[in-house]
Protein backbone atom coordinates (compact mmCIF):
# COMPACT_ATOMS: atom_id res chain seq x y z
CA UNK A 1 0.00 0.00 0.00
CA UNK A 2 0.97 3.30 -1.33
CA UNK A 3 -0.58 6.66 0.83
CA UNK A 4 -3.45 5.02 1.01
CA UNK A 5 -3.86 2.96 -2.40
CA UNK A 6 -3.33 -0.77 -3.09
CA UNK A 7 -0.56 -1.45 -5.19
CA UNK A 8 -1.43 -3.67 -7.77
CA UNK A 9 -1.12 -4.66 -11.32
CA UNK A 10 -4.27 -3.15 -12.11
CA UNK A 11 -3.14 -0.03 -9.99
CA UNK A 12 0.46 0.24 -12.32
CA UNK A 13 -1.41 -0.29 -15.40
CA UNK A 14 -3.86 2.93 -14.79
CA UNK A 15 -1.35 4.98 -13.23
CA UNK A 16 0.99 4.09 -17.01
CA UNK A 17 -2.42 5.16 -18.92
CA UNK A 18 -2.66 8.25 -17.24
CA UNK A 19 0.76 9.62 -17.45
CA UNK A 20 0.79 8.46 -21.09
CA UNK A 21 -2.13 10.48 -21.41
CA UNK A 22 -0.53 13.64 -20.25
CA UNK A 23 2.46 12.44 -22.50
CA UNK A 24 0.69 12.27 -25.60
CA UNK A 25 -0.85 15.72 -24.64
CA UNK A 26 3.28 16.93 -25.19
CA UNK A 27 3.15 15.12 -28.80
CA UNK A 28 -0.18 15.97 -29.88
CA UNK A 29 -0.24 18.43 -32.76
CA UNK A 30 -4.12 19.08 -33.08
CA UNK A 31 -6.60 20.12 -30.72
CA UNK A 32 -8.42 16.34 -31.04
CA UNK A 33 -5.41 14.67 -30.24
CA UNK A 34 -4.91 16.69 -27.66
CA UNK A 35 -8.62 16.10 -25.98
CA UNK A 36 -7.92 12.29 -26.95
CA UNK A 37 -4.91 12.50 -24.48
CA UNK A 38 -6.56 14.58 -21.88
CA UNK A 39 -9.31 11.94 -21.87
CA UNK A 40 -6.45 9.17 -21.34
CA UNK A 41 -5.05 10.69 -18.86
CA UNK A 42 -8.21 11.37 -16.64
CA UNK A 43 -9.83 7.69 -17.12
CA UNK A 44 -6.67 6.43 -16.23
CA UNK A 45 -6.53 8.28 -12.96
CA UNK A 46 -10.67 7.53 -12.16
CA UNK A 47 -9.70 4.17 -10.92
CA UNK A 48 -7.23 5.49 -8.43
CA UNK A 49 -9.27 7.79 -7.31
CA UNK A 50 -11.63 5.52 -6.94
CA UNK A 51 -10.78 3.27 -3.62
CA UNK A 52 -12.13 0.68 -1.00
CA UNK A 53 -13.82 3.71 1.34
CA UNK A 54 -17.08 5.31 0.53
CA UNK A 55 -15.57 8.49 0.73
CA UNK A 56 -13.38 8.10 -1.92
CA UNK A 57 -16.22 6.01 -4.26
CA UNK A 58 -18.23 9.69 -3.77
CA UNK A 59 -15.03 11.43 -4.60
CA UNK A 60 -14.65 9.54 -7.73
CA UNK A 61 -18.41 10.37 -8.93
CA UNK A 62 -17.68 13.81 -8.64
CA UNK A 63 -14.37 14.01 -10.27
CA UNK A 64 -16.24 11.82 -13.02
CA UNK A 65 -19.14 14.27 -13.10
CA UNK A 66 -17.13 17.64 -13.21
CA UNK A 67 -14.26 16.57 -15.87
CA UNK A 68 -16.90 15.00 -18.22
CA UNK A 69 -18.96 18.76 -17.84
CA UNK A 70 -15.24 20.15 -18.61
CA UNK A 71 -14.42 17.39 -21.45
CA UNK A 72 -17.88 18.02 -23.39
CA UNK A 73 -17.25 21.85 -23.16
CA UNK A 74 -14.01 21.58 -24.66
CA UNK A 75 -14.85 18.87 -27.41
CA UNK A 76 -18.22 21.62 -28.30
CA UNK A 77 -15.75 24.06 -29.17
CA UNK A 78 -12.97 21.62 -31.34
CA UNK A 79 -16.42 21.02 -33.64
CA UNK A 80 -17.02 24.58 -33.62
CA UNK A 81 -13.75 25.40 -34.72
CA UNK A 82 -14.02 22.60 -37.16
CA UNK A 83 -17.30 23.62 -38.74
CA UNK A 84 -16.96 25.29 -42.46
CA UNK A 85 -15.28 28.82 -42.43
CA UNK A 86 -18.45 30.23 -44.15
CA UNK A 87 -20.74 28.88 -41.55
CA UNK A 88 -18.56 30.52 -38.47
CA UNK A 89 -18.90 34.07 -38.10
CA UNK A 90 -15.93 36.05 -36.04
CA UNK A 91 -18.50 36.39 -32.94
CA UNK A 92 -18.73 32.11 -33.28
CA UNK A 93 -15.14 32.09 -32.85
CA UNK A 94 -14.58 34.29 -29.80
CA UNK A 95 -17.35 31.87 -28.50
CA UNK A 96 -15.94 29.02 -29.14
CA UNK A 97 -12.63 30.35 -27.35
CA UNK A 98 -14.54 30.73 -25.01
CA UNK A 99 -16.20 27.42 -24.26
CA UNK A 100 -12.72 25.80 -24.44
CA UNK A 101 -11.12 28.50 -21.84
CA UNK A 102 -13.88 27.76 -19.62
CA UNK A 103 -13.72 23.83 -20.24
CA UNK A 104 -10.19 23.73 -19.22
CA UNK A 105 -11.24 26.12 -16.21
CA UNK A 106 -13.16 23.54 -15.21
CA UNK A 107 -10.88 20.56 -15.63
CA UNK A 108 -8.48 22.87 -13.29
CA UNK A 109 -10.36 23.74 -10.83
CA UNK A 110 -9.80 27.41 -11.06
CA UNK A 111 -12.64 29.96 -10.32
CA UNK A 112 -15.63 30.42 -10.44
CA UNK A 113 -15.51 26.37 -10.90
CA UNK A 114 -12.83 25.58 -8.17
CA UNK A 115 -15.45 24.16 -5.54
CA UNK A 116 -15.65 20.72 -6.21
CA UNK A 117 -11.21 20.80 -5.98
CA UNK A 118 -12.13 20.73 -2.20
CA UNK A 119 -14.52 18.45 -1.97
CA UNK A 120 -12.65 16.10 -4.01
CA UNK A 121 -9.30 16.44 -2.24
CA UNK A 122 -10.62 16.09 1.28
CA UNK A 123 -12.26 12.89 0.78
CA UNK A 124 -9.12 11.31 -1.61
CA UNK A 125 -6.43 9.50 -0.73
CA UNK A 126 -2.61 10.92 -0.02
CA UNK A 127 -1.51 9.41 -3.24
CA UNK A 128 -4.54 10.45 -5.15
CA UNK A 129 -3.98 14.33 -3.36
CA UNK A 130 -0.65 14.01 -5.11
CA UNK A 131 -1.95 13.06 -8.34
CA UNK A 132 -4.69 15.57 -8.63
CA UNK A 133 -2.71 18.34 -7.33
CA UNK A 134 0.29 17.97 -9.72
CA UNK A 135 -0.10 14.67 -12.53
CA UNK A 136 -3.67 16.11 -13.80
CA UNK A 137 -2.80 19.63 -14.00
CA UNK A 138 -0.06 19.10 -16.33
CA UNK A 139 -1.64 18.44 -19.44
CA UNK A 140 -4.15 21.09 -19.14
CA UNK A 141 -1.80 23.74 -18.49
CA UNK A 142 0.00 22.63 -21.61
CA UNK A 143 -3.01 22.73 -23.55
CA UNK A 144 -3.92 26.82 -22.72
CA UNK A 145 -0.06 27.63 -22.71
CA UNK A 146 -0.27 26.90 -26.38
CA UNK A 147 -3.51 28.42 -27.70
CA UNK A 148 -3.57 30.94 -29.96
CA UNK A 149 -6.73 33.21 -28.28
CA UNK A 150 -7.12 36.72 -28.06
CA UNK A 151 -5.23 38.90 -25.97
CA UNK A 152 -8.54 40.28 -23.81
CA UNK A 153 -9.31 36.41 -23.23
CA UNK A 154 -5.73 35.52 -21.96
CA UNK A 155 -6.01 38.82 -19.57
CA UNK A 156 -9.47 37.37 -18.33
CA UNK A 157 -8.40 33.78 -18.09
CA UNK A 158 -5.35 35.55 -15.49
CA UNK A 159 -8.02 37.47 -13.51
CA UNK A 160 -8.81 34.45 -12.89
CA UNK A 161 -6.21 32.91 -11.93
CA UNK A 162 -5.41 35.63 -9.69
CA UNK A 163 -8.91 34.88 -7.74
CA UNK A 164 -8.59 31.24 -7.62
CA UNK A 165 -4.93 31.81 -5.88
CA UNK A 166 -6.85 34.66 -3.84
CA UNK A 167 -9.46 31.81 -2.31
CA UNK A 168 -7.29 29.65 -1.96
CA UNK A 169 -5.36 31.37 0.15
CA UNK A 170 -8.51 32.82 2.31
CA UNK A 171 -10.20 29.38 1.70
CA UNK A 172 -7.27 27.97 3.84
CA UNK A 173 -7.89 30.33 6.80
CA UNK A 174 -10.92 28.08 8.12
CA UNK A 175 -9.65 24.24 7.66
CA UNK A 176 -8.66 22.17 10.37
CA UNK A 177 -7.84 19.18 8.53
CA UNK A 178 -4.80 18.61 6.45
CA UNK A 179 -6.40 17.45 3.27
CA UNK A 180 -8.84 20.06 2.48
CA UNK A 181 -5.62 22.73 3.96
CA UNK A 182 -3.85 20.53 0.96
CA UNK A 183 -6.67 21.54 -1.28
CA UNK A 184 -6.74 25.20 -0.92
CA UNK A 185 -3.15 25.14 -0.88
CA UNK A 186 -2.96 23.19 -4.13
CA UNK A 187 -5.49 26.46 -5.58
CA UNK A 188 -3.29 28.94 -4.37
CA UNK A 189 -0.73 27.75 -6.35
CA UNK A 190 -2.56 27.53 -9.45
CA UNK A 191 -2.44 31.08 -9.96
CA UNK A 192 1.44 30.73 -9.95
CA UNK A 193 1.27 27.65 -11.98
CA UNK A 194 -1.30 29.02 -14.40
CA UNK A 195 0.96 32.38 -15.12
CA UNK A 196 4.34 30.75 -15.49
CA UNK A 197 2.66 28.24 -17.71
CA UNK A 198 1.51 31.18 -20.02
CA UNK A 199 4.50 32.98 -20.31
CA UNK A 200 7.35 30.63 -20.13
CA UNK A 201 7.22 26.29 -20.31
CA UNK A 202 10.05 25.83 -19.65
CA UNK A 203 10.28 27.29 -16.30
CA UNK A 204 6.61 25.99 -15.81
CA UNK A 205 8.41 22.06 -15.83
CA UNK A 206 10.87 23.41 -13.58
CA UNK A 207 8.37 25.03 -11.24
CA UNK A 208 6.31 22.01 -11.23
CA UNK A 209 9.79 19.64 -10.97
CA UNK A 210 10.57 21.29 -7.44
CA UNK A 211 6.66 21.52 -6.64
CA UNK A 212 6.67 17.74 -7.45
CA UNK A 213 9.49 17.31 -4.68
CA UNK A 214 8.57 19.06 -1.75
CA UNK A 215 4.70 18.00 -2.18
CA UNK A 216 5.83 14.36 -2.19
CA UNK A 217 7.99 15.15 1.10
CA UNK A 218 5.26 16.43 2.76
CA UNK A 219 2.58 13.96 1.92
CA UNK A 220 4.93 11.14 2.70
CA UNK A 221 5.35 12.62 6.39
CA UNK A 222 1.85 13.37 6.87
CA UNK A 223 1.18 9.45 6.26
CA UNK A 224 3.83 8.31 8.02
CA UNK A 225 2.70 10.49 10.73
CA UNK A 226 -0.90 9.04 10.73
CA UNK A 227 -2.60 12.53 11.50
CA UNK A 228 -5.53 14.02 9.41
CA UNK A 229 -5.89 17.32 11.57
CA UNK A 230 -4.19 20.44 12.86
CA UNK A 231 -6.06 19.76 16.30
CA UNK A 232 -3.54 16.75 16.33
CA UNK A 233 -0.78 18.35 16.47
CA UNK A 234 1.18 18.19 19.87
CA UNK A 235 3.30 20.63 21.69
CA UNK A 236 7.03 21.12 21.22
CA UNK A 237 7.53 19.85 24.79
CA UNK A 238 6.66 16.53 23.18
CA UNK A 239 9.03 14.54 20.84
CA UNK A 240 6.66 14.16 18.31
CA UNK A 241 5.45 17.97 18.18
CA UNK A 242 9.32 18.56 17.50
CA UNK A 243 9.65 15.84 14.69
CA UNK A 244 6.20 17.44 13.05
CA UNK A 245 7.89 20.21 12.02
CA UNK A 246 10.92 19.14 11.59
CA UNK A 247 9.71 16.57 9.06
CA UNK A 248 6.40 17.93 7.67
CA UNK A 249 5.44 21.66 8.99
CA UNK A 250 8.83 22.51 7.31
CA UNK A 251 7.47 21.51 3.94
CA UNK A 252 3.89 23.29 4.51
CA UNK A 253 6.08 26.99 5.64
CA UNK A 254 8.00 26.18 2.64
CA UNK A 255 5.10 25.91 0.20
CA UNK A 256 4.27 29.03 1.04
CA UNK A 257 7.25 30.89 0.16
CA UNK A 258 9.00 31.83 3.39
CA UNK A 259 12.97 32.25 2.48
CA UNK A 260 15.40 30.63 2.50
CA UNK A 261 13.62 27.48 2.05
CA UNK A 262 13.18 25.58 -1.36
CA UNK A 263 9.96 26.78 -1.67
CA UNK A 264 11.01 30.34 -1.82
CA UNK A 265 12.83 29.28 -5.00
CA UNK A 266 8.84 28.90 -6.51
CA UNK A 267 7.86 32.25 -5.14
CA UNK A 268 11.34 33.88 -6.63
CA UNK A 269 10.82 32.08 -9.87
CA UNK A 270 7.23 33.47 -10.41
CA UNK A 271 8.01 36.77 -9.36
CA UNK A 272 10.76 37.39 -11.73
CA UNK A 273 9.05 36.08 -14.59
CA UNK A 274 5.46 37.96 -14.38
CA UNK A 275 6.85 41.26 -12.88
CA UNK A 276 7.94 41.94 -16.44
CA UNK A 277 3.97 41.64 -18.13
CA UNK A 278 1.57 41.42 -15.11
CA UNK A 279 3.29 43.46 -12.03
CA UNK A 280 0.02 44.41 -10.67
CA UNK A 281 -1.28 40.75 -11.14
CA UNK A 282 2.30 40.09 -9.07
CA UNK A 283 0.99 42.04 -6.18
CA UNK A 284 -2.30 39.96 -5.28
CA UNK A 285 -0.54 36.71 -6.00
CA UNK A 286 2.05 37.98 -3.75
CA UNK A 287 -0.78 38.73 -0.97
CA UNK A 288 -1.93 35.37 -0.93
CA UNK A 289 1.31 33.91 -0.63
CA UNK A 290 1.35 35.99 2.15
CA UNK A 291 -2.22 34.86 3.20
CA UNK A 292 -1.10 31.75 3.32
CA UNK A 293 2.29 32.21 5.25
CA UNK A 294 0.26 33.69 8.14
CA UNK A 295 -2.00 30.52 8.40
CA UNK A 296 1.20 28.37 8.48
CA UNK A 297 3.27 30.15 10.91
CA UNK A 298 0.02 30.62 13.28
CA UNK A 299 0.14 27.18 13.41
CA UNK A 300 3.36 26.78 13.99
CA UNK A 301 3.20 29.27 17.18
CA UNK A 302 0.07 27.62 18.40
CA UNK A 303 1.96 24.07 18.35
CA UNK A 304 5.01 25.83 19.77
CA UNK A 305 3.22 27.37 22.97
CA UNK A 306 0.91 24.44 23.33
CA UNK A 307 1.48 22.00 26.18
CA UNK A 308 -0.95 19.07 24.95
CA UNK A 309 -0.04 15.54 24.40
CA UNK A 310 0.15 14.01 20.95
CA UNK A 311 -2.76 12.77 19.31
CA UNK A 312 -1.15 11.03 16.69
CA UNK A 313 0.55 7.48 16.11
CA UNK A 314 3.12 7.26 13.93
CA UNK A 315 3.12 4.21 10.94
CA UNK A 316 6.13 2.28 13.01
CA UNK A 317 6.00 0.24 9.29
CA UNK A 318 7.35 2.75 7.16
CA UNK A 319 10.02 3.30 9.73
CA UNK A 320 11.62 0.21 8.68
CA UNK A 321 12.05 0.87 5.19
CA UNK A 322 15.38 2.55 4.61
CA UNK A 323 15.35 3.22 1.36
CA UNK A 324 11.77 5.60 2.18
CA UNK A 325 13.22 7.01 5.46
CA UNK A 326 16.67 7.94 2.84
CA UNK A 327 14.06 9.26 0.32
CA UNK A 328 12.45 11.44 2.96
CA UNK A 329 15.44 12.29 5.01
CA UNK A 330 17.06 13.83 1.09
CA UNK A 331 13.26 15.72 0.59
CA UNK A 332 13.83 17.08 3.98
CA UNK A 333 17.44 17.86 3.52
CA UNK A 334 16.63 19.70 0.17
CA UNK A 335 14.11 21.82 1.50
CA UNK A 336 15.87 23.24 4.73
CA UNK A 337 19.22 23.81 3.71
CA UNK A 338 18.98 23.56 -0.26
CA UNK A 339 16.59 26.06 0.02
CA UNK A 340 19.09 29.06 -0.05
CA UNK A 341 21.23 28.04 -3.30
CA UNK A 342 17.83 26.73 -5.18
CA UNK A 343 17.05 30.74 -4.33
CA UNK A 344 19.97 31.78 -5.87
CA UNK A 345 20.45 29.46 -8.65
CA UNK A 346 16.13 30.22 -9.63
CA UNK A 347 17.09 34.00 -9.84
CA UNK A 348 20.42 33.95 -11.61
CA UNK A 349 18.67 31.30 -13.96
CA UNK A 350 16.04 33.38 -14.76
CA UNK A 351 18.14 37.02 -15.39
Known sequence: MVWGVMVSPATIMFMMVSLLGTMFVFLSSGLFGMWISLELGFFGFLPILNGKAASENEAAVKYFVIQSVGSGLILVSFLLFSSSPGFISYLSEEMADIIMIGGFMVKLGVFPFHFWFPSVMSMASWFSCFWLSVVQKVGPF?????????????????????????????????QVQFRPLLAYSSLGQTGWMGLIALLSVNLFFF??????????????????????????????SFCNGLMFWVFCGGFFISLSGLPPLAGSALKLMGILVVIGSYPVTLVFLILSSMISLYYYLSMFITSVSCLGSSNYGLNTSFLDSKGLMLLISSMMVLNWVGGL???????????
Do not use: K, R
Open 142 to 174: WGISGLGVSCWLVDSFIIFLVITSLVGALGGLA
Open 207 to 236: YMILYTILLVGLLLTLHIINSYSVVNIPGW
Open 341 to 351: PLFIMCGGFIL
